[in-house]
């Protein structure tokens, strides 16, 4: 067996999914770099903040008097 086949045969997998991953990457980079996909800052439109409803606070819960429950138990 020759020494390239050798070669291939044990790394098979690393080559190919390491020159995979390059080009996936080289690929997002000039897709994120290309000036068309830009808007220009005369077009932007910045989004709202987060709406949200903050209830008001609960009144508080009527205590019941230490008076009335000792009333109540004689």
Do not use: D, Q
């Amino acid at each position: 067996m020759s020494k390239l086949r050798s070669f291939w045969h044990n790394y098979k997998v690393l080559i190919v999914m390491g020159s995979g991953l390059g080009l996936v990457h080289w690929g997002w980079y000039s897709i994120k770099s290309n000036p068309l996909l830009k808007k220009s800052r005369e077009e932007y439109i910045p989004e709202p903040g987060i709406v949200s409803y903050v209830a008001p606070p609960l009144p508080p819960l009527p205590e019941k008097s230490k008076k009335r429950e000792t009333k109540a138990k004689e």
